[in-house]
């Protein structure tokens, strides 16, 4: 069965500091993995996605499948960056197309001041 | 483009009624997947839509149905409801690509 494990439920750090977020999976194939961002009072939103390799405000995520880890990090956290991240997989739906995600529990990033 | 909208935002309901919740998709979706968002919790995958069928489904008992129309809107149903159905409601849309976009969602409370 797939799995996601964010392994941190709330994680502190001061602004400046680096920042990593972690998430592991399991999974038999090749998924696609994601990381959902949650705003306060905001919708879930794509933050990015493996197959991009994009670096989005500031965030970076690698694929390490001899690990099975998706770790999100950025070098210098700001104050902005305070939300709910969601480590996501995905598979492909017989007939194309994607599965539905399989979600973490989420990570409470907060940036203090 | 509104991007994808859902109807209602909160919605109280008592155990053992039935329930109706509504999605229409961001413009030039074709594919709705619907997730229960627990408190605390990250979304559950409970189906997909697509061309007016089920083409996946994750593990919700079959209480939770669902329907697609021509337009690609789509609505979930969830029959006998009980006090564990309580939960926040997402739908998200997408088109032949993994990037799925994501409704504010329904709140649901059973009592």
């Known amino acids: 069965a797939q799995r996601v494990t964010q392994p941190e439920k709330l994680l502190s750090v001061f602004k400046g500091a680096p920042v990593e977020l972690k998430c592991n999976y399991s999974y038999s194939g090749s998924p696609e993995l994601f990381w959902y961002v949650q705003y306060s009072r905001q919708r879930l939103q794509l933050l990015l996605r493996h197959i991009s390799r994009e670096s989005i405000k500031g965030f970076t995520a690698d694929l390490n499948k001899g690990e099975t880890s998706f770790h999100l990090k950025k070098p210098f956290a700001q104050e902005e960056d305070s939300a709910m991240y969601y480590c996501a997989l995905s598979g492909l739906a017989e007939g194309g197309g994607a599965d539905g995600l399989t979600f973490g529990k989420g990570t409470h990033l907060i940036i203090q001041p | 483009d509104a991007g994808v909208t859902q109807s209602p935002t909160h919605l109280i309901k008592t155990r053992g009624q039935q329930v109706t919740l509504r999605c229409s998709p961001k413009?030039?979706?074709?594919?709705v997947s619907w997730y229960q968002q627990a408190l605390g919790q990250g979304p559950q995958f409970i189906f997909q839509?697509?061309?007016?069928?089920?083409?996946q489904r994750g593990n919700f008992p079959d209480r939770f149905s669902g329907h697609q129309f021509p337009n690609y809107s789509s609505e979930l149903n969830v029959n006998a409801l009980l006090l564990g159905d309580s939960a926040l409601y997402l739908c998200?849309?997408?088109?032949?690509?993994?990037?799925?976009?994501f409704g504010p969602g329904t709140r649901l409370t059973v009592t």
């Open positions: 413009s030039g979706h074709d594919t």
């Open positions: 998200a849309s997408s088109s032949f690509t993994y990037e799925q976009y």
């Open positions: 839509y697509y061309e007016e069928e089920e083409r």
